[in-house]
């Protein structure tokens, strides 16, 4: 079985400043992909980057980068220089083969920046 | 512009009764799913298909039922069986097995009271 979990259920930051919202994952798969979604208030899930198993480097997409450590099973999201439209929801989430490619989510953290 | 469109945005019911909540892509995808999200929580899945005519139960099928008798269409219907149905519904799509993010809706919440 998937899982995944974010122990962090809030977490704030300054303006400008860096956060790093962490991820842990659990699977039998040999080969499977992470994602991290930004939920805003407004509800829609919105797609910021995703990490494959076997890539040898961590993914980046602007300010968002992510942070694999495959042995660890951790795949956190770092974002650099936060904005206030940043404050939202994050998930965590997997996907692989023995698990029928459905996408596993975790509880979500609560980011806040401030200005 | 392709995307996934779930209508309506906001949806109410009195127990006792079915609702159809309506998602449809443009995105050619073979794969769809249904997710529920409550109140600061994660999101759960109901169900999903992998291609035309099939479709599979995920972590929390009871009182939902589903139909994809079209690529394109993957409606949820919520029973007077699901015992507490009030709920944040999103609709999902993605390529058939791979590793390729999912593409959501904007979500329908269903509130019954």
């Known amino acids: 079985a998937q899982k995944i979990t974010q122990t962090q259920p809030g977490m704030f930051v300054q303006e400008k400043e860096a956060v790093t919202l962490d991820c842990t994952y659990d699977t039998s798969d040999p080969s499977y992909g992470l994602f991290w979604y930004k939920q805003p208030s407004s509800g829609e899930m919105i797609f910021l980057i995703y990490?494959?198993?076997?890539?040898?480097q961590n993914a980046t997409e602007g300010r968002y980068s992510l942070n694999f450590q495959k042995a660890r099973k951790s795949a956190n999201l770092v974002i650099s220089a936060s904005q206030l439209g940043d404050s939202a929801m994050y998930f965590c989430?997997?996907?692989?083969?023995?698990?029928?490619?459905?996408?596993?989510f975790g509880k979500g953290t609560l980011l806040t920046v401030n200005p | 512009d392709g995307g996934i469109t779930q209508s309506p945005k906001y949806l109410f019911r009195k127990e006792g009764q079915n609702v159809t909540l309506s998602c449809e892509q443009n995105l050619n995808h073979d794969a769809m799913y249904w997710y529920r999200q409550d109140p600061g929580q994660g999101l759960r899945l109901i169900y999903y298909s992998q291609i035309v005519n099939d479709f599979q139960k995920g972590d929390i099928a009871e009182g939902y039922s589903v139909s994809r008798e079209k690529k394109e269409s993957f409606p949820l219907t919520v029973t007077s069986a699901q015992k507490n149905p009030t709920a944040f519904y999103l609709c999902?799509?993605?390529?058939?097995?791979?590793?390729?993010?999912?593409?959501f809706g904007n979500g329908t919440r269903l509130t019954v009271t």
């Open positions: 999902a799509s993605s390529i058939r097995g791979s590793h390729s993010p999912l593409h």
């Open positions: 989430a997997m996907r692989g083969a023995r698990g029928n490619y459905k996408l596993t």
């Open positions: 990490q494959g198993s076997y890539d040898q």
